[in-house]
Every structure is written in C-alpha cells, then in structure tokens.
C-alpha cells in the first residue's frame, strides 16, 4: 500500500506566495507520472499541472506563468509552487501519481490541502 500524503496547504493573500508538497510513502514501489489537481467549491476537480517521470511539464492556461510544478525522484516527492496567487486559486488541491506495483500502474490519490486566497 503506497500512501500520499500532502503537506504547505494554507491562508494567503492575494499576491502572495505558496509552495505544496506532496511525498509518497511505503515499499516495493516505482512511480511514473505525477500531477496536481484541485477541486473548488461548486466546480469539477481539474487539472493544474502534471509532470513525466523525465521532467516534463504541462499546466492548466489559467496557472501558466504563475505556477511550477517539480519532483525530486530520489526523495518520491512532488512539489507546487504558486505565485502571484489569486481568490479564484481557493481549492482543495490533490496529488495525484502513477504508482507501479509489479505487473500494473495504480492510479492514486492523496488526501488533499487546502489553499485559500484572501483578497
């Protein structure tokens, strides 16, 4: 059983900077792909950013220019960090990855953390 397990969620200001992280735990295990997702009051869980297990990168238009999403594959930790956060930003945002288990890949999800923007 492979566990993620987010952490950084909080209260911020408009303008203002965050940096959520999210490492995944347990043994035996690989992971392929990671990404971000976050899911707002009233809205659709979407996507905010993913990243390949080579470093490649892909964000939402409406993060573009403000967010980066990183991993450190050594560590099983996959990083956002978010300037220039705006209200809309409010969410509670997932981790999301690839988990390898033998035979097959696991889609898997962490708890959550929430983020609110404060205008």
């Known amino acids: 059983q492979v566990q993620l397990v987010e952490s950084g969620g909080g209260l911020v200001q408009a303008g203002g900077s965050l940096r959520l992280s999210c490492a995944a735990s347990g043994s035996g295990f690989s992971i392929n792909y990671m990404g971000w997702y976050r899911q707002a009051l009233g809205k659709q869980r979407e996507l905010v950013a993913t990243i390949t297990s080579g470093g490649r990168s892909n964000y939402a238009d409406s993060v573009k220019g403000r967010f980066t999403i990183s991993r450190d594959n050594a560590k099983n930790t996959l990083y956002l960090q978010m300037n220039s956060l705006k209200p809309e930003d409010t969410a509670v945002y997932y981790c999301?990855?690839?988990?390898?288990?033998?035979?097959?890949?696991?889609?898997?999800w962490g708890q959550g953390t929430q983020v609110t923007v404060s205008s």
């Open positions: 999301n990855a690839g988990v390898y288990n033998s035979y097959r890949l696991d889609d898997t």
